[in-house]
């Protein structure tokens, strides 16, 4: 497709659960990034990407966080031993160069932690 | 930090208005200002993206403007349609870097 896919779009889990959560940007981008979105606000940085590289994962919220792009194209966050607070819209948007070009956004996996 | 407000929080008005959003943010040394677009359960749609040594962009009945300056960005929607009707979001990136931080978003609804 020629947009950026994200999988699966809603997910629920039980808390203390491990989940993952995919990333598939558009083909040839070379900057990945993940924003966590809760109800009624902004998005917010989670971790960005460039190829493989993860150049900066200031945003994730606690080491139970954690992601990876082994290859330069798609992209898995996991969340270990989920918690409520954990409960979002996960956004990954990817983009042509490192700077200066529009980030294009999936759909995003909205996490439900009971 | 770079802090971003939107202003008004909500907006409904009737079709066929013109109408403005407002985005305001505190540090002016930004790459890139750009627009979004969301729908309920949606990711976010890119409207307009205006680079830092730009002043306006404009896309169909929408017209974007920047004051770096000032720290400010306006939305104008023009004969507003009810297919307008979603949460608009602007966001910044620091110039040096690449992520962006969002505002809390316009929720605009058009009434037919």
């Known amino acids: 497709g020629a947009g950026v896919s994200q999988s699966p779009r809603y997910k629920v889990a039980k808390r203390g659960q491990d989940v993952a959560l995919r990333c598939d940007p558009i083909?040839?981008?070379?900057?990945l990034f993940w924003y966590q979105q809760a109800l009624g606000q902004g998005p917010e940085f989670l971790t960005y990407?460039?190829?493989?590289?993860?150049?900066?994962k200031s945003g994730l919220p606690s080491d139970r966080f954690f992601a990876e792009r082994p290859e330069g194209s798609v992209s898995t966050l996991k969340i270990q031993r989920t918690q409520k607070e954990d409960s979002a819209v996960y956004l990954c948007?990817?983009?042509?160069?490192?700077?200066?070009?529009?980030?294009?956004f999936g759909d995003g996996t909205r996490l439900s932690i009971l | 930090k770079q802090e971003v407000t939107q202003i008004p929080a909500a907006l409904s008005v009737p079709e066929g208005e013109n109408l403005v959003l407002n985005c305001s943010f505190t540090?002016?040394?930004?790459?890139?200002l750009q627009w979004f677009r969301q729908d309920p359960g949606k990711g976010l749609t890119s409207l307009l993206l205006i680079q830092s040594s730009q002043r306006e962009q404009t896309s169909g009945r929408l017209n974007a403007s920047l004051d770096k300056s000032s720290g400010r960005s306006t939305l104008y929607i023009a004969a507003s349609q009810p297919g307008d009707s979603a949460t608009y979001l602007c966001?910044?990136?620091?110039?040096?870097?690449?992520?962006?931080?969002f505002g809390t978003g316009t929720r605009l609804k058009v009434l037919a």
């Open positions: 948007a990817s983009s042509e160069v490192r700077g200066g070009a529009p980030q294009h």
């Open positions: 083909s040839g981008h070379v900057s």
């Open positions: 990407f460039q190829n493989e590289a993860q150049l900066d």
């Open positions: 540090d002016s040394a930004i790459y890139n």
């Open positions: 966001a910044v990136d620091l110039a040096g870097t690449y992520k962006y931080i």
